[in-house]
């Protein structure tokens, strides 16, 4: 029998901005690589140990696209004839620590947060290196068999509007450092002038950008400053929705400066121990979804405002449903 997670959950912004800022204030791998395996049990469902078995719990975040994700895992587990039961929008260390405790039994995490913030490793520039330390390390200290990685990669990155980046010729960190003299660069510190240790990392790499100015603004007002020319460079997540809309260029990379953050299951080992079956069906699931793909269904919750569970079951009905 499962313990409760309680009064554990911890609900909100901070569960979507914290992993944004560790990899602001710390450099850290491009999203390019090959995609990482593992090895899993192969096999059918056993439906008299389903029949038998307690319900699979699936944790999830606080925002769109891990609760979509999450909600496509547990419809999958229900089509395979396993009963799921829900405990999402939590955040990071309320997930890892039910997880452990046997409170839940899985849930879609991102590979720089476990490398980062719970093994508290320092960064890595190799999207394979983190996948397969992570795997690992989870394996050891924590009897967590994390799966196979999607392609979807939800990490920072710098953007500027493709006018201004066509108008200055900035297509990359490099040229960024010759021409910051012409760049607001948006901060979400709360102290522009004292953001300086937020682009250490990068100086170290590039030299000193030395900036026009630095404004300090409202993350959500990112692209909506950008837009009216308040700013001309702030940063983002690759699986934002606004990205889609091709109106905005990406710096490009000279070495690797943005950490890895791919979308994993992560699932208790006792219970693909039990149910190997279990594996397959969340890899199968992994190998379907990319980026282009994420940002189209959180674009239908966050833009259309269509309800993370009925997007689920539209992608789930056309893509997965055996």
């Known amino acids: 029998m499962k313990k409760s997670i309680n009064n554990r959950v911890t609900r909100g912004f901070a569960s979507v901005i914290a992993p944004i800022m560790l990899v602001l204030l710390v450099f850290a791998t491009g999203c390019a690589g090959s995609g990482a395996g593992t090895e899993t049990g192969a096999g059918t469902a056993d439906s008299s140990k389903i029949a038998d078995s307690d319900p699979i719990v699936i944790g999830s975040k606080n925002f769109s696209e891990n609760l979509i994700v999450a909600e496509v895992y547990a419809l999958a587990l229900e089509d395979a004839g396993y009963t799921v039961e829900r405990n999402f929008a939590l955040n990071t260390d309320v997930l890892h620590t039910a997880l452990i405790n046997d409170e839940i039994d899985l849930y879609p995490e991102y590979t720089g947060t476990a490398y980062l913030n719970i093994l508290k490793l320092e960064p890595s520039f190799d999207r394979d290196e983190v996948y397969n330390t992570v795997k690992e390390q989870y394996a050891e200290r924590f009897n967590l068999n994390v799966l196979e990685t999607s392609d979807v990669n939800d990490t920072a990155c710098f953007i500027l509007t493709n006018e201004r980046a066509e108008e200055l010729g900035i297509r990359s960190f490099a040229d960024l450092q010759k021409k910051a003299d012409q760049i607001v660069r948006a901060t979400f510190l709360s102290s522009g002038e004292g953001s300086r240790q937020e682009w ?18 409202d993350p959500a007002l ?82 259309d405002k269509i309800e993370y569970e009925d997007v689920a079951k539209e992608y789930f009905d056309v893509n997965v449903k055996r």
């Open 200 to 217: 250490a990392e990068y100086e170290k790499i590039y030299g000193e950008f030395k900036f026009k100015d630095v404004k300090s603004i």
């Open 222 to 303: 990112s692209y909506t400053a950008l837009d009216s020319g308040e700013v001309d460079l702030a940063s983002g997540l690759t699986t934002a929705p606004e990205l889609f809309s091709g109106k905005y260029h990406i710096l490009e990379e000279n070495v690797p400066t943005y950490i890895p953050y791919y979308l994993v299951p992560i699932v208790r080992r006792a219970v693909t121990d039990e149910h190997p079956d279990v594996a397959d069906i969340l890899n199968g699931i992994s190998t379907r979804l990319n980026n282009e793909i994420i940002i189209g269904l959180i674009t239908q919750t966050d833009v």
